[in-house]
């Protein structure tokens, strides 16, 4: 009684069709392929697929130069709340200035109080006068002034992105 031995897999001698041996070997190995390419076209997807590589990095913001409107339509002492600018436009008689809402502590949205006259942080405690200088709270420094001057038509226009010293205003 002579027994023959076998091999455990299939060879493309004996079967075919199939170009190797099929053991446990080599399933981990054509596994570890799979997941290797699998991972690799992830990769390639995101650098190459929709807003990857080729779409452009840019943030779509409202221009930092805008228009807030004719001097006229600001009442004599007032503070104009432009929220969706985030910026404080105060009138004292003839002059104006730009006046940015953000806190300088912590990034919190500054409201004017029109019954004490200051500017006040509702988070945090920080006081600011009606010049936008702090004198109470965690506040480290001044609220932030921005460059605001007369159009050719004769409105007002801001410029966020130019910080102008606490001094600066417009004169109409």
Known sequence: MERKEEKKGFSSE???GIWFTFSRRNLLTLA?????FASIGAYLSQIMGYKGFFYPKVL????????????KA???????TLK????FVVRD????????VVCQHLGCAVEFSKE????????????????????AGPAPRPLNHFEIILDDSG?????TSKIVPLETELVV
């Open 14 to 16: 004996k079967e075919g």
């Open 32 to 36: 570890g392929w799979g997941l290797f």
């Open 60 to 71: 779509f913001e409202p221009s930092p130069r805008f228009s807030v409107g004719d001097p």
């Open 74 to 80: 600001f009442s004599e002492n007032s503070v104009t």
């Open 84 to 87: 969706s600018r985030k910026i």
């Open 93 to 100: 008689g003839n002059s104006f200035k730009a006046i940015s």
């Open 116 to 135: 004490k006259n200051i500017f006040e942080c509702p988070c945090h405690g920080s006081k600011y006068y009606r010049n936008g200088v702090n004198f």
């Open 155 to 159: 409105r007002l226009v801001v410029d």
